[in-house]
């Protein structure tokens, strides 16, 4: 799937994968292409959509979008870090 924003120069594109485990299945999402200064933004977010999704799948409600989203960003913010300095 390939993504952009009419604000933002270029696209990104993001892949899922689902494969059989046994009586599960497992999700593989890669996403690349998306402004290395939002990184951390977009890592966060991504995690919050999966979470939300897992929440729906297992009949749950789902956490709060806004607050789940600002416990997970300062984690990936020192991972785009990492990224930033290579």
Same mark, same amino acid.
């Given at each position: ?9 270029? *696209? +990104?594109?993001?892949?899922? $994968?689902?494969?059989?485990? #046994? ?5 593989? /999402? ?8 939002? /990184?951390?933004?977009? #890592?966060? #977010?991504?995690?919050? +959509?999966? *979470?939300? /999704?897992?929440? +729906? ?7 709060? $979008?806004?607050?789940?989203?600002? *416990? ?6 020192? /991972? ?7």
């Amino acid at each position: 799937m390939r993504t952009w924003d009419a604000e933002e120069p270029g *696209e +990104h594109t993001m892949q899922v $994968t689902l494969t059989a485990d #046994g009586d599960q299945t497992v999700l593989a /999402l890669e996403e690349r292409g998306m402004p290395l200064d939002q /990184l951390a933004a977009y #890592g966060a #977010g991504l995690q919050v +959509h999966v *979470e939300d /999704l897992s929440a +729906h799948v297992r009949g749950v409600e789902r956490r709060d $979008t806004r607050e789940r989203w600002s *416990e997970l960003l300062p984690g990936y913010e020192t /991972l785009a870090a990492e990224v930033e300095d290579r």
